[in-house]
């Protein structure tokens, strides 16, 4: 058997334990995952904490499954911007059936299934979020795919058609391809006619990579992928998606065609382990794409920088795309692919799977992992 912590099967609704019951007179009990400390692993925890009854406008949900994302490895280095205070509980999205309904909520119920956004704390059992946070989930739709959906979907289709006005036989170079937005971008790319897909990934990812639609895999860590891109399109592409950040933007940029446009979307090139490295820190920073106004006028290009965390507050904006999404999804055009499944026990073990670029797809947190799947799992 492989020493390789092994992902668990996902909990179907009734398999999940129950919230547990705490002695009488106080409130109930929940698991959580809670970040104690900036670092490696090990400063995610699971605690135990209070639960409440939701308050005016909000929903209380039983979580089913968490999704996570590179931004969750970036917070936990101390990375990311407006974190809360320490200790404080990861999770930009996870996906659960509606438990309790707070005062002037009008269009959600008990029973409804639902995914939510939210900047932070959605790695427990149970969340109280607003309802304006919370989108039913389509038909059909499962927990965990519900969970892959916000984050990376929004992201990406944002980036193509909002900022990247993507348009039948043009070209796009997304980076980090075989992961969550990664993978998003491709499915997103082909309900558009006859776009060029070049796509980063190792080796060992391409043959997914080109079954799922990616025109050029590109192996980054023994090629220049510019120098790659520039030999089978010598004037460029006309999008590039950048979650790098440094020196790729600059080189992201001058591979762009006239009229092209550059969306940076993260500085992934500042994770270089588990802790915070303030070589690579300076490193980043200190190769940063820089341009005036006056130079981008000349060069008839674009650069857009898109941040999903902060336009926590854009509901309309937010639900605008998500309902666009979801109707991609009912139509069967775009599916969230799932890697992998970890219960709440092995979030070190996930998030290193992540970090190491092992995934191809989502990966997915879910609270407890029934013994018997488990089981099935490891065999």
């Known amino acids: 058997m492989s020493s390789e912590p092994t992902p668990v099967a996902a909990a179907t609704p009734s398999e999940q334990s129950p919230i547990k019951a705490a002695s009488s007179g106080e409130a109930p009990e929940h698991r959580a995952l809670v970040l104690t400390g900036f670092g490696g692993y090990e400063k995610v925890k699971v605690q135990t904490r209070q639960s409440r009854s939701p308050g005016p406008g909000e929903l209380s949900v039983r979580v089913r499954a968490c999704g996570l994302n590179f931004a969750d490895v970036m917070m936990r280095q101390g990375l990311y911007d407006r974190l809360p205070s320490l200790p404080f509980c990861p999770g930009m999205e996870c ?83 075989a992961g969550g937005v990664g993978t998003a971008a491709i499915q997103l ?87 915070k490295n303030l070589v690579a820190m300076a490193k980043t920073w200190w190769n940063q794409f820089s341009i005036n106004a006056i130079q981008l006028l000349h060069h008839n290009k674009a650069v857009c920088g898109y941040d999903l965390g902060n336009m926590d507050e854009e509901y309309k904006l937010i639900t605008d795309v998500l309902l666009k999404l979801i109707n ?12 992998s499944v970890w219960s709440f026990n092995q979030v070190a073990d996930a998030m290193k799977h992540m970090q190491e670029k092992k995934n191809v797809g989502k990966v997915i947190l879910v609270p407890e992992a029934p013994k018997e799947e488990s089981k099935k799992a490891e065999n």
Not at 131 to 158: C, D
Not at 198 to 221: M, N, Q
Not at 328 to 339: A, E, F, M, S, V
Request: aromatic share 8%; net charge neutral.
């Open 95 to 177: 996906a659960g059936t509606v438990s309790a309904v707070g005062e002037e909520v009008r269009d959600r119920q008990v029973g409804d299934k639902v995914m939510i956004l939210a900047r932070t704390g959605l790695w427990q059992e149970v969340v109280n979020v607003p309802a304006v946070q919370t989108f039913l989930m389509p038909e059909g739709m499962s927990f965990e795919e519900a969970a892959a959906l916000p984050v990376n979907y929004i992201t990406a289709y944002m980036i193509l058609f909002d900022f990247g006005n993507l348009r039948p036989n043009q070209s796009v170079l997304i980076h980090m391809a």
């Open 189 to 275: 790319c082909k309900t558009v006619e006859n776009v060029t897909i070049f796509g980063t990934a190792s080796a060992s990812k391409h043959d997914s990579l080109k079954e799922s639609g990616v025109t050029h895999p590109i192996d980054y860590r023994t090629m220049d992928y510019a120098e790659e891109v520039r030999k089978i399109s010598p004037k460029g592409v006309d999008i590039v998606m950048d979650p790098l950040g440094g020196s790729d933007t600059s080189k992201a940029f001058h591979l762009l065609k006239p009229m092209g446009k550059v969306i940076t979307y993260g500085v992934s090139n500042l994770i270089t382990g588990q802790k």
């Open 328 to 339: 991609l999804y009912n139509q069967g055009k775009i599916k969230p692919k799932i890697d």
